[in-house]
T-cell receptor
């Protein structure tokens, strides 16, 4: 059974039209991440939530926002998508704490196309 | 700033041959991961390496970690076509966030 679920798998949006990608998890992990992966590149961390604490990477554009209403769900909002935002967006989760760092589990990804 | 370098970035190998992918990182790390990614798909976890000298094997793949040298290797034994994919190493150093290498695109040809 899928433990990190992303919806939709494929999203086509118009240039400048806000779009939201969603991620849910059944692992009860306290950390959720959003990565952007462009073609033939490594995943790039956009931001993450450690519990309710939001942590933005320094070079993440303001156009990208995130919400985590509860432990299970996390959303990626792109306020005004540009052609350069076309990419695979990967959600991941992990359990972090004093006792041990665990591996990150990735969802299936959402491939975003901007037209 | 943690830097992770993988080499080679592209690897074309014949079926049945052996090869090694290298992952170097720049600062002390407490964990290292190897992921596989098929075209258009997400990342699949292969190995988690948490201590110096750790060695893990799954099928034709074996991963090892040398924290003193800041080096991990992914060794492929007797490659088969099904192993064609992109392989990423990812390193965690002092925090729970991971830094990924650029990936090694492996093509196994008959």
């Amino acid at each position: 059974d899928a433990m990190v679920i992303q919806n939709p798998r494929y999203q086509v949006t118009q240039f400048g039209k806000p779009v939201t990608l969603s991620c849910s998890q059944t692992l009860n992990h306290n950390v959720m991440y959003w990565y952007q992966q462009k073609s033939s590149q490594a995943p790039k961390l956009l931001f993450h939530y450690y519990d309710k604490d939001f942590n933005n990477e320094a070079d993440t554009p303001d156009n990208f926002q995130s919400r985590r209403p509860n432990t299970s769900f996390c959303f990626l909002d792109i306020r005004s998508p540009g052609l350069g935002d076309a990419a695979m967006y990967l959600c991941a989760t992990s359990r972090e704490g004093r006792e041990m760092n665990t591996e990150a589990f990735f969802g299936q990804g959402t491939r975003l196309t901007v037209v | 700033e943690l830097k992770v370098e993988q080499n080679p970035l592209f690897l074309s190998m014949q079926e049945g041959k052996n090869y090694t992918i290298y992952c170097n990182y720049s600062t002390t790390s407490d964990r290292l991961y190897w992921y596989r990614q098929d075209p258009g798909k997400s990342l699949e976890s292969l190995f988690v390496l948490l201590s110096n000298g750790a060695v893990k094997q799954e099928g034709r793949l074996m991963a090892s970690l040398d924290t003193k040298a800041r080096l991990s290797t992914l060794h492929i034994t007797a490659a088969v076509h099904d192993l064609s994919a992109t392989y990423f190493c990812a390193v965690g150093a002092g925090s729970y966030q991971l830094t990924f290498g650029k990936g090694t695109k492996l093509s196994v040809i008959p």
